[in-house]
């Protein structure tokens, strides 16, 4: 029943709660346990996880989505020591980030991100911005209509059209810049804050451990 830990459980039915009456582990993501910076990171994606979704409402392709982003951490974590570049941060919370990407797509969230989201004309892929409170790109002339507008690369828009096609196996070895790593983590942190009209605790939790350099 720890944290980071795939377990078959049996509940028998009490008065007003369920007991617990049997457990069995079947799988235990044993680097969560071993860096804190991976535990950061899986307390993220767990959290992500409770908010989105309903207690008692069953969905196969959030558990299947949840155990691939865990194992690839965890797979990862295996031969990380003590991420000592702050790349290794950035590209471990970008996995993060696109499963909560994909997360949001599942529950009508999706960005609209292949015309402008404000009067559906075509873009210019030199001119691309985003806004949170619309929910998609926005073509230059509109630009100017919405004060949270903010610009994104080409490159950032591939990436997020990428990670809603694949797999998060495959998205996760997309090769992208450092800079438009860490602008998707926040942009992504950003639009979960809208939909849950509050920032994750992990988030929060994350804030101190970035000031001081350990944790990006």
Same mark, same amino acid.
């Given at each position: 029943?720890?944290?980071?830990?795939?377990?078959?459980?049996?509940?028998?039915?009490?008065?007003?709660?369920?007991?617990?009456?049997?457990?069995?582990m079947e799988r235990n993501f044993l680097s969560f346990g071993r860096e804190y910076d991976l535990f950061l990171l899986g307390s993220y994606v767990l959290e992500v996880v409770e908010r989105l979704t309903r207690e008692g409402v069953a969905d196969l392709f959030i558990w299947d989505e949840l155990?691939?982003?865990?194992?690839?951490?965890?797979?990862?974590g295996q031969w990380a020591s003590g991420f000592t570049a702050s790349?290794?941060?950035?590209?471990?919370?970008?996995?993060?980030?696109?499963?909560?990407?994909? #997360? &949001?797509?599942?529950f009508g969230y999706r +960005?609209?991100?292949?015309?402008?989201?404000?009067?559906? *004309?075509? /873009? !210019?892929?030199?001119?691309?911005?985003f806004s949170l409170l619309q929910g998609g790109l926005l073509c230059e002339s509109c630009v100017p209509t919405y004060m949270d507008s903010q610009?994104?690369?080409?490159?950032?828009?591939? #990436? &997020?059209?990428?990670?809603?096609?694949? +797999?998060i196996a495959s998205s996760a070895r997309l090769?992208? *810049?450092? /800079? !438009?790593?860490r602008f998707t983590i926040t942009?992504?942190?950003?639009?979960?804050?809208v939909q849950l009209q509050e920032p994750l605790r992990t988030s929060r939790l994350a804030a101190p451990v970035q000031e001081h350099g350990i944790f990006v």
């Open positions: 029943l720890q944290p980071f830990t795939i377990s078959e459980i049996m509940l028998a039915n009490g008065r007003s709660i369920e007991r617990l009456a049997q457990a069995r155990c691939a982003v865990l194992q690839e951490l965890d797979d990862q790349d290794d941060h950035a590209r471990f919370g970008l996995i993060t980030r696109l499963f909560a990407l994909r #997360l &949001l797509d599942r +960005p609209e991100l292949r015309a402008c989201v404000a009067c559906e *004309s075509s /873009l !210019d892929p030199a001119n691309l911005a610009p994104i690369s080409v490159a950032c828009v591939k #990436l &997020l059209r990428e990670a809603l096609r694949l +797999p090769l992208v *810049s450092p /800079l !438009d790593t942009l992504v942190d950003q639009m979960l804050s």
